[in-house]
């Protein structure tokens, strides 16, 4: 499972997209819409991305990070569009037979993402607005 979405992301599907038998680990992060960012007061954020290139950054990321970890599934889903304080901006789940890769792996993808994958952020606060990367 790998999606960018206008639509809220649904975590009961992102985890049932990683369960199998022979899952024995499953790690899920799951990254919301805070109300501060710099010590400003944030009210909503925008988030917009290029989606073939976002795709396509985010495949990759999966083979990556299948290659390195004993994975047996992961999902990556990220929404775009205006959010609200609280909603889930991004959700990752990755199951392995242990523990200990899913994870590593987890934690290397959503690092992975916020480094590589085109989508940006606007962030919005009471005295104005700001675009900014989602990844440093």
């Not at 990752?92 to 993402?113: K, M």
């Amino acid at each position: 499972m790998i999606q960018l979405t206008d639509q809220p992301i649904d975590l009961l599907a992102v985890l049932a997209a990683v369960q199998a038998p022979s899952v024995g680990g499953i790690d899920l992060f799951v990254g919301t819409v805070r109300n501060q960012a710099g010590g400003r007061a944030v009210f909503r954020l925008d988030f917009e991305a290029y989606p073939p290139m976002a795709l396509h950054q985010m495949h990759k990321l999966a083979q990556a990070a299948q290659q390195r970890w004993p994975i047996e599934k992961l999902a990556l889903v990220h929404r775009v569009g205006q959010l609200s304080i609280g909603e889930v901006a991004v959700a990752i789940a990755v199951g392995a037979a242990h523990r200990q890769a899913a994870f590593e792996a987890c934690r290397y993808l959503i690092d992975t993402l916020k480094e590589t994958v085109p989508i940006w952020k606007h962030e919005h606060y009471a005295d104005g607005s700001v675009w900014v990367a989602a990844h440093p």
